[in-house]
């Protein structure tokens, strides 16, 4: 997991270490990206299953996109998860300079990357990766 730091859309400071101890799902997303805005339930379904049992979920507006539009989607979806803007590319270059929308990234409890998808979202096996953090559907 690389260390870094980074402000969300309503300019609280995050570090990844501060989730050490707990799995992390990365979404790398767009708010004209087709894919993205489709598993949108699908993630808010994921954050209302997982995050009580410490699922921390982060979703990564692109350096292209603009922030009123970031805010305006997550309001529109009511996105429940911790939203960030990678203005300068940060974030993407940390992460192996991602470039395509939807890429997602699971980070385990020890900040080990143990799921990289580009494109649509396997939910079955994102769950089967959760199942085996210890975290349980309900």
């Known amino acids: 997991m690389p260390d870094l730091s980074f402000v969300d859309i309503d ?3 995050h570090s990844l270490a501060q989730y050490q101890g707990k799995p992390i799902l990365m979404i790398f997303w767009a708010t004209d990206c087709p894919g993205c805005i489709k598993e949108i ?3 808010i379904e994921l954050h209302a299953t ?3 049992q410490g699922l921390t979920m982060i979703g990564v507006a692109m ?4 922030l009123d539009h970031i805010k305006a989607m997550r ?4 996105l429940p998860y911790t939203i960030t ?3 300068d590319t940060q974030i993407s ?3 192996g300079n991602v470039r395509v929308t939807p890429t997602h990234f699971l980070i385990d409890q020890n900040g080990d990357i143990v799921m990289r998808k580009i494109g649509a979202l396997n939910i079955n096996l994102l769950h089967e990766k ?4 210890g975290l349980t559907k309900s």
């Open 11 to 13: 300019n609280q400071q």
């Open 41 to 43: 339930p699908e993630l």
């Open 50 to 52: 997982y995050a009580e």
């Open 63 to 66: 350096s292209y996109d603009s």
């Open 75 to 78: 309001d529109k979806r009511k």
């Open 85 to 87: 803007w990678d203005h």
């Open 93 to 95: 270059r940390a992460f």
């Open 130 to 133: 959760l199942h085996s953090m």
